[in-house]
């Protein structure tokens, strides 16, 4: 079946180190990419999507690139600081009839430290 | 209040009482969505609604029964609950099929059960 694995941590950095979290799928047909954040004590939050083959989604400094051949979509930052420690989730969408299921990797925890 | 909002943020009850859950969410999807949170494991998949039906059920236990009166509005309502069934719930909503972000999750802040 669909599924996203996603290396489990937890991440310990130093503030301004480079960030690369691997995450890879499993799944039939073309589904959509995405990474969630979850900050302390709050739900998740969609961090950036890629909805086909070599798309790059972005946002606030993070990125990830959509790759078919590997059936990844690792997320990298340059420099991390510590307002970025939280919970990332790599996830895909599998459409359904009347919605798009999401399948979320088990998180990885990110500490940044300064 | 925008976006996708839960009540109560903090719940502690005992087995034998019965509660409630309420998720709201001003941002016109059609899609609601009750999801898992425990320590250590992957998040779960409780119940689906689109359209106020409900979609999907991923074979949770009569305990919990979920109830969306209106596209805008989803419970879960807990009875007989076990110290197990401590965890975080996330409610989350998502926007129709001909909106560009159709297949985005929008969650709300989550209720953290303990179970006595």
């Known amino acids: 079946g669909d599924s996203v694995t996603q290396m489990e941590g937890p991440v310990t950095l130093s503030e301004e180190a480079f960030l690369t979290i691997n995450c890879t799928y499993t799944a039939t047909g073309y589904p959509s990419l995405f990474w969630y954040v979850q900050y302390p004590g709050e739900g998740l939050q969609l961090l950036l999507k890629a909805t086909k083959a070599d798309d790059k989604g972005s946002n606030k400094g993070f990125e990830a690139t959509y790759r078919k051949e590997t059936t990844s979509f690792h997320l990298e930052k340059g420099s991390v600081q510590v307002s970025d420690s939280a919970v990332y989730f790599c996830?895909?969408?599998?459409?359904?009839?009347?919605?798009?299921?999401?399948?979320f990797g088990p998180g990885t925890s990110l500490s940044v430290i300064p | 209040e925008t976006g996708v909002t839960q009540t109560p943020r903090h719940l502690v009850m005992g087995m034998t009482n019965k509660k409630s859950l309420k998720c709201e969410q001003h941002?016109?999807?059609?899609?609601m969505y009750w999801y898992k949170q425990s320590a250590k494991k992957p998040l779960e998949l409780m119940f689906v609604y689109s359209l106020e039906e409900r979609v999907e059920n991923n074979s949770v236990p009569s305990r919990f029964s979920p109830e969306c009166p209106n596209s805008s509005h989803l419970f879960l309502h807990l009875h007989t609950l076990q110290p197990e069934d401590s965890a975080l719930y996330l409610c989350?909503?998502?926007?129709?099929?001909?909106?560009?972000?159709?297949?985005?999750?929008?969650f709300g802040p989550g209720t953290r059960l303990t179970v006595l």
């Open positions: 989350a909503s998502s926007p129709s099929a001909d909106s560009i972000s159709y297949n985005e999750q929008f």
């Open positions: 996830a895909l969408s599998v459409p359904k009839t009347s919605y798009d299921k999401v399948i």
């Open positions: 941002l016109g999807h059609n899609a």
